[in-house]
């Protein structure tokens, strides 16, 4: 079982920056992939970006066209914590934002991971 935690969501003015993080409790943190999704207002829940458990590299990572180029995808398995740093934010980043978690990186790709955490709201203003 893996508990994930968000913390870091806010307002910020178009351009800027915010990173969020994701504490995950339980087993094995470092043989999970992980990664975020948010839902915007009105629409469904949509991937933005993963990173694989790999624990000898930094991990590979995948995005969201929207987001290639802005957001970076980190973790850190010594702290249990996952990272996603937001930069050039757009009023349509504006989102509740997931942090997620699963043994199989495709699975969370596919937008079906196991564990979910409970969202934290990233508002941009323009």
């Known amino acids: 079982q893996v508990q994930l935690v968000e913390s870091g969501g806010g307002l910020v003015q178009a351009g800027g920056s915010l990173r969020l993080s994701c504490a995950a409790s339980?087993?094995?943190?470092?043989?999970?992939?992980m990664g975020w999704f948010r839902q915007p207002p009105g629409k469904e829940r949509e991937f933005v970006a993963a990173i694989s458990w790999i624990t000898w590299s930094a991990g590979r990572t995948y995005y969201a066209d929207s987001v290639k180029g802005r957001f970076t995808i980190s973790r850190d398995n010594a702290e249990n914590t996952e990272y996603l740093q937001m930069n050039s934010l757009k009023p349509e980043d504006t989102a509740v934002y997931y942090c997620a978690a699963d043994s199989t990186l495709s699975t969370i790709r596919a937008g079906e991971p196991e564990y979910w955490g409970q969202g934290t709201q990233v508002t941009v203003s323009s």
């Open positions: 339980g087993r094995s943190f470092s043989r999970y992939a």
